[in-house]
């Protein structure tokens, strides 16, 4: 009777376990913080200066309802003057905008250094 040695196996096993291991990149991925507001779409009465800014996938903006390009809306946000605790900016892509528009334009929004940035999010319409 033949018997088969697992050694072999085995030896082959570790050695591709081991090749996983120091070929996974462990590193974490770019991540980006998102402030999700939790409270409704009605302007608050604080003494901040909100930015509105609505876009759509075609690249279309709206800055406090004002047609504008993202360059402009940069140059007004910065050009304000005023602190990081003065003003608001608020995003709120159209119903469908994909993601990754959405986060171009908070991208370039913070290599401006643009803060206080929150994603304004709209009421569900399927209310049961």
Do not use: C, W
């Amino acid at each position: 009777m033949v018997r088969i040695s697992l050694t072999p196996i085995i030896d082959v096993v570790f050695i591709l376990l081991i090749f996983f291991m120091l070929a996974t990149n462990f590193q974490q991925f770019n991540k980006m913080n998102i402030k999700l507001s939790t409270e409704s779409s009605s302007i608050s009465t604080s003494d901040k200066k909100i930015f509105v800014i609505k876009f759509n996938q075609d690249g279309n903006y709206l800055l406090n309802d004002t047609p504008a390009t993202l360059d402009v809306i940069e140059q007004n946000i910065l050009s304000t003057d005023l602190d990081d605790n003065e003003y608001l900016v608020v995003i709120k892509p159209e119903k469908n905008t994909h993601l990754q528009k959405t986060f171009s334009v908070i991208e370039s929004l913070n290599n401006k250094k643009i803060e206080n940035i929150t994603l304004g999010i709209t009421k569900n319409e399927n209310e049961e």
